[in-house]
Structures are given as C-alpha cells and as structure tokens.
C-alpha cells in the first residue's frame, strides 16, 4: 500500500516561497507518476506539477517558471518549490501517485486527477497580500 504524507505548508506573503515535500512509502514500482495538486475553497481540483520516474516533468500553464517540481528517489521524496506565490495559489496542496505508467502532460480541470490512485491527506498554503 502506498503511503504519502505531505509537509511544509503554510501562510507567507505574496511573492514570498515555499516548498513542499511529499514522503512516499509502501511501492517499488519502476514506472510511475507522482505529482502535486491543489484545490481551493469554492473550485475544482487541479494539477500543478508532475513529475515520472525518468524524471520527465509538466506544469500547468499558471505555475510555470514559479514552481519546480523534484524528487530525491534517495529518499524517496518529491518536493514542490513555489517561488513568488500570489494570492491565487492558495490552497490545499496533494500529493499523488499513480504506478504502472508514465506521467500524461498536466491539463486542466478535475479529470487529470481521476488518473491517479494514491492520495496524500495535504497541507494548506495560503499566501496573504
């Protein structure tokens, strides 16, 4: 059973940064895609960044050249480094997994997720004027 536990959430500033972590347990899979979704109050889950175990990586268009997304297979860990965050990026972070498979490129809305089957329980972040 695949574990995740995510940390490193929390309030900062617009234009302030943050990185996320993401420790997974539980899978020796070779293939699989892992990755970092968001939701906020009133909208729709969607995917931020993901990342496969070749370490091929997508974004969604509004993280762009803000957001990094790594992982330590060490250490088993995947982070997510969000620099200059705006108020629109405040929201319950995920991270997720999926075995068996490479990661498709991220695309909007709540569907994207429907792909993944392993879930972290989150963390908040909430970025302030």
């Known amino acids: 059973q695949v574990q995740l536990v995510e940390s490193g959430g929390g309030s900062v500033q617009s234009g302030g940064s943050l990185r996320l972590s993401c420790a997974a347990s539980g899978h020796t899979a070779s293939a699989y895609c892992m990755g970092w979704f968001r939701q906020a109050p009133g909208k729709e889950r969607e995917g931020v960044a993901v990342i496969d175990s070749y370490g091929l990586t997508s974004y969604a268009d509004s993280v762009k050249g803000r957001f990094t997304i790594s992982q330590d297979n060490a250490k088993n860990t995947l982070y997510l480094q969000m620099n200059n965050l705006t108020r629109e990026d405040t929201a319950m972070y995920s991270c997720?997994?999926?075995?068996?498979?490479?990661?498709?490129?991220?695309?909007?809305?709540?569907?994207?997720?429907?792909?993944?089957?392993?879930w972290g329980q989150g963390t908040q972040v909430t970025v302030s004027p």
């Open positions: 997720a997994a999926d075995l068996g498979r490479f990661c498709d490129v991220v695309r909007p809305g709540d569907s994207y997720s429907r792909g993944f089957g392993y």
